[in-house]
Structure formats: C-alpha cells, structure tokens
C-alpha cells in the first residue's frame, strides 16, 4: 500500500481566492496523510482565476475546487468542506496560513493515543507572523483540562500576545464530530474559539494540545476579519461560556475583546462603561492595561479631530470664498 492510500486526512481551505493560497495548498498537498485538499472559494465571480491558480501547482486530483454562493463567510465555506470530505478527520486551513511538514503526522500520532479518537481534537502551536516583520511561536502556556478551553482562551495575564492561542489553521477533528457540530455560519468573528469549545462542551470532546509550532499563522492579511472589531460576536462568545469561564478569565475578556475594541471603534464612552464591569471582576493587569491603553488612544484620537476642526472649517471657508472671487472675476 502506498503512502497516499494511507491517508486519513481531508484539508479544507476557505478561499477568497487571494494568491496566498498556493502556499497553503503546497503546504498541504505534500503531507503524506492528507487524502485531499477541499479549497472552498467564498467568491464565485473569481472561480476561473482561482483554478487557473490550483491548476498551475500541478498537484493532481489530490485538489477539489468547491464553491459556495458567494459572500457566505468562513464557517459556512468550512461546512461545505466538511459535508464533501471523503476522510476519517479534517483540518483546516486558512489561504493566508501554511503547515509544516509533519503536522498532520503529528497530530494523527496524537489523537490516536486518546483513549477515544473519535471524540478528540487537536491543535498546536504556531509561529505567529507579526505585520512589522517579526515572527513568534505561540501559546507561551499550556491548555489545562481542569481549567476548561473557555478560560484558557480569555485569560490574559501576560501583555505580550501568544499567552494562549487557539486558531482555525492548528485544528484537527473527527468528521463526525464536525457533522454534528458545524461551524456556526452566523459568527463572523471568534469561530474557531466557538467551535472548539462547542466540541468539547456539546460534543463531549477531549482536546489534546501540541505545544510544538506546526502551523504558520499571519497577523491580519488584506481582508481577514481577525483585526476587525465586533464587539456584537465578542459578546455572544461570552453569552455562550460564561458558565465555563472564571471571573478573572471573564474580566480579562471584557478588557481585551470588548472594552478595548469598543475603544477602537471609536466609542470611548461604551468603552469605559465595559472597563467599569470589568474592574469589579478583577481582571489581570495586563488585560487591564491593555483596554486603558485603547481607550487614551481613542481619546487622543477624539480630542486631535476636534482640535482640528475649526481650522479645517476655517481653511474650507477661505477656499470657498476663493472659489466664489474667481467665479466672478
């Protein structure tokens, strides 16, 4: 039996159709446990440009191109993936992301020595690619099942990013398990966090965590959601495991995910009123910090604008009187 006939894995990759996607695809195809590759194309308009791009990698029929009805999002493009997926467990990976070359090996070597493969999960750690140019392997601390996936995502104690981390682009799972437990195509931001602590707190999953970085993950591409604001889905994130969490891990959320990107959204006031909420909670200096550190930029920003204001209505009138003398000149 060759190595291909033995593979397990089916990777999908939602696509916008960016030209980072033939990185991913390479990084995937080589893996010998990867059955297919599932690019999932959000953007039907561009369809005949992405497969000119799967076909120029020249990687066979090892790649399917699939596409949805356009603009549906990330979780609705995964659950296509999953629904056409022919193997036993499926990957995923996004088309700005790429893999190292034993991380499915690994993570496959991982879930089988769980006492129930069919109910386990994997992710790993990554080497995070900052936009100024600087790369760092993440989590800097280890998931611990007594403290629950919920609390480990929102804890933040430490101002440098990487303390936990759990990403689209490090996960691994059972198809079953995903069948019954989709992506929720609702959510346009936090679903990975939602779907991974939906598999353990609904489907009775066990997480095994490789602390090894096997992916490699880009801060904020072109058009990713990631660095967008929504404090609508941080909000329903809580809802959904705020029994899960500690207080402190809640607080840190409402510094971090809310407070703080309420502040960037330009609206220091809600801002302050979540900072508020959360100091009663005691949250860890570093989430603390963080939000507080938004929201004075916010407000700088504010009082800039303002102070700016009179002398661009000033400049505005000189111009249209300017205008006006040489309209009837």
């Known amino acids: 039996m060759s190595v291909r006939h ?3 894995v089916s990777v999908v990759i939602p696509t916008t159709g960016r030209r980072s996607l033939s990185s991913a695809l390479r990084s995937a195809a080589v893996q010998p446990e990867c059955g297919e590759v599932l690019v999932v194309l959000d953007r039907p308009e561009v369809r005949s440009e992405a497969a000119a791009q799967i076909r120029d990698l020249a990687l066979g029929s090892t790649v399917r191109l699939l596409t949805t009805d356009g603009s549906r999002g990330g979780g609705a493009a995964r659950n296509l993936g999953i629904r056409e997926s022919q ?20 993570q496959l070597a991982a879930v089988r020595r769980a ?34 996936i919920a609390t480990y995502i929102a804890t933040r104690s430490k101002l440098r990013y990487g303390q936990s981390f759990v990403q689209s682009s490090t996960l691994l799972a059972p198809r079953g398990l995903l069948c019954r437990h989709p992506w929720d195509e609702d959510l346009r931001k936090y679903q990975d966090w939602d779907l991974i602590a939906r598999l353990i707190r609904e489907g009775g999953a066990e997480l095994v965590q490789l602390r090894e970085a096997l992916a490699h993950v880009r801060q904020g591409s072109s058009d990713s959601l990631s660095l967008v604001p929504d404090t609508d889905a941080a909000m329903t994130w809580l809802a959904r495991n705020e029994a ?56 700088m920003h504010a009082a800039r604008d303002r102070l700016l204001r009179p002398a661009r209505t000033r400049q505005s009138a000189v111009d249209t009187n300017a205008a006006r003398r040489r309209l009837v000149s």
Request: with cysteine; net charge neutral; proline share 4%.
């Open 87 to 106: 193997f036993d467990y499926v990957a995923f990976l996004d088309d700005d992301d790429w893999w190292e070359a034993t991380k499915l090996r690994a």
């Open 6 to 8: 033995a593979a397990l």
């Open 244 to 299: 899960a969490l500690s207080t402190r891990a809640r607080a840190d959320f409402v510094c971090t995910e809310i407070a703080r990107y309420e502040a960037r959204r330009g609206m220091p006031a809600a801002a302050l009123a979540h900072l508020a909420d959360a100091i009663r909670l005691r949250p860890h200096t570093a989430a603390l910090l963080l939000a507080l550190a938004e929201i004075c930029r916010s407000g």
């Open 115 to 148: 006492a129930d493969p069919a109910r386990t999960i994997s992710i790993t750690g990554a080497y995070f690619h900052r936009l100024n140019g600087q790369t760092v392997a993440v989590p800097t601390t280890t998931y611990r099942a007594d403290e629950g």
